[in-house]
């Protein structure tokens, strides 16, 4: 009972953490009762499998956290109307059963080579997770530790160094530190100890936080211009009304909403994530052809010195099989096409500007590891409301130029605003403001699309990048380069929001250098099990 209540109360801490609703300052100490469970259960205990316990409990723990933080995604809706339990079974008991199997290494690990070794192996093989979470085809970063302080910008001014992964690595620290702090004083009872650890973990946690609020109150970049930015929010549902308007009284809609709000000079309108075409894509080599986009140099040619960036669903024919990208998919014997989620950026007598959607959504917009899982699931995944293709994608990021302005967009589409070192490359390609793309609508009026534009504030900090958002249904908002919310819509409004975003020039230290804590990890990680080897090796020798 009482391993259970530690592992309890584990998952109680990690769970009211978090954003957009919780209490972050938990996190510091929200692993500690999980690594007194495994301690007592390894040390203590008379269970004849132990390992076995230790992963049963932690798999309890992570189970409750996830459902906590993303049950929402029970929000998300099958074809006929009903709720996807998919949606949100697979995605907790996968992620749940990833953070166990971390743990239940640690534990391994902390068994052979002891505890001291065992807390520094916890560090390095949680981050390296972290990092091989965001990059895989089953990526779902959405817990990353360094998410948590996302409501709370002014305390993580320094992630424009380390970025969000840092702050995963500052929450580790802290919590093996407590953990030590309580073993150091049950094996020894020295008061001396104890004011010293808890000396260390208090400046530890307090300092980096005044750091960030220096940082925070000295900031005093020089913007290199401003762009007036109007965003669209034309809130329309992504499961019904999308699909049964007619395409051109979509467009109609978003234009009209556009007219009826530009008030002065607006330098870019952006629209949200797929608000194009509704039913169906676009072909991308009929661009000046099409219907839709010449509408929107229509609209254009009444706004002189305005651009158009907006979402759209696209779409590429292949007649040669031999050319043919891993992502297309065959249409009848002589004919494959391959689909984007895009972003495009339209100006009268310019060529459209057209960039794919990098991260894509497991399960809705990517099939993980197609070649693999496809023969052995066949159409299982569709009749649970998710795909059998996966889109094309760009394996670079690109900024958007314009040519009335300095301003050069990022058209970051959606899920891909979770990543941190990912978003970097726009920035490395010369985008000087975020414009940010997105259709939250898909789970309803939940925590999922608050939490998606609270960690846009860390890409903001990350980079010092003002964003323009623009959402479907909300929240539509305007971030400054402090990752502070300036203005924002409220969820389920149709309506616009206007911003004067400034644009930044300089690269930070995160935007340059990246994940550089993964990576240090990532070597830790293999000199800590290269020591185990050796020591084991040397055992051998002994004993023979």
Request: net charge positive.
């Amino acid at each position: 009972m009482k391993y259970l209540l530690l592992t309890l109360i584990s998952a109680m801490l990690l769970s009211v953490s978090w954003p957009t609703y919780g209490v972050p300052f938990f996190i510091f100490f929200a692993l500690v009762p999980l690594l007194m469970m495994e301690h007592g259960i390894s040390k203590f205990s008379s269970y004849n499998r132990k390992s076995w316990m230790v992963f049963g409990l932690s798999y309890l723990c992570f189970v409750i956290w996830n459902i906590v933080t993303t049950g929402w995604l029970y929000g998300s809706k099958n074809p006929d109307g009903s709720h996807s339990m998919m949606a949100v079974v697979f995605p907790v008991l996968v992620n749940s059963f990833l953070y166990s199997l971390v743990f239940q290494c640690y534990h391994w690990y902390k068994n052979a080579q002891g505890t001291y070794w065992g807390l520094g192996f916890l560090i390095a093989i949680w981050m390296s997770f972290e990092k091989f979470h965001l990059n895989w085809e089953l990526t779902w970063p959405w817990l990353n530790l360094g998410n948590v302080f996302s409501d709370y910008p002014k305390l993580i001014q320094w992630y424009d160094t380390l970025g969000a992964t840092g702050g995963s690595f500052w929450i580790l620290l802290i919590n093996v530190l407590i953990f030590y702090t309580l073993r150091t004083w049950e094996a020894g009872r020295k008061r001396k100890d104890l004011i010293r650890n808890v000396a260390i973990v208090g400046t530890l946690i307090i300092l980096p936080m005044i750091i960030s609020l220096i940082k925070y109150n000295n900031f005093d970049e020089k913007p290199s211009g401003q762009v007036n930015v109007l965003m669209l929010q034309p809130d329309l549902d992504p499961y019904a009304e999308k699909y049964s308007k007619d395409s051109l009284t979509i467009e109609n809609d978003l234009l009209t909403l556009a007219e009826n709000n530009s008030k002065g000079k607006i330098d870019y309108y952006i629209a949200p994530e797929t608000a194009l075409p509704g039913r169906g894509s676009i072909s991308e080599t009929a661009f000046e052809k099409s219907i839709l986009l010449n509408n929107v140099k229509g609209f254009l040619s009444k706004h002189p010195g305005s651009v158009f960036a907006t979402g759209i669903s696209s779409h590429r024919f292949y007649k040669n099989k031999e050319n043919l990208p891993k992502e297309a998919y065959q249409l009848n014997p002589e004919l494959w096409v391959e689909s984007y989620n895009t972003a495009i950026q339209v100006a009268p007598q310019q060529k459209v500007q057209v960039y794919h959607k990098g991260k894509l959504v497991p399960g809705v917009e990517i099939f993980p590891y197609m070649t693999v899982l496809k023969p052995l699931l066949g159409d299982a995944m569709l009749n649970l409301g998710g795909t059998v293709a996966s889109l094309g994608i760009d394996k670079e990021r690109m900024a958007f130029s314009n040519p009335y302005n300095k301003g050069r967009m990022a058209p970051i589409i959606c899920y891909e605003s979770i990543y941190g070192e990912f978003t970097t490359d726009y920035v490395k390609k010369g985008a000087n403001f975020f414009g940010i793309m997105t259709n939250d609508s898909w789970w309803g009026v939940t925590e999922g699309h608050k939490q998606l534009l609270s960690y846009a504030k860390l890409r903001a900090i990350e980079n010092r990048r003002e964003i323009a958002r623009a959402a479907n249904s909300g929240i539509s908002a305007h971030i400054n380069a402090k990752g502070e919310v300036v203005a924002d819509t409220f969820y389920g409004d149709q309506t616009t929001l206007f911003a004067k975003v400034n644009l930044y020039e300089t690269m930070t230290f995160y935007t340059r250098a990246g994940d550089l804590l993964s990576r240090f990890s990532f070597f830790a990680l293999g000199f800590l099990l290269f020591y185990f080897l050796i020591e084991k090796f040397r055992s051998k020798i002994k004993k023979a």
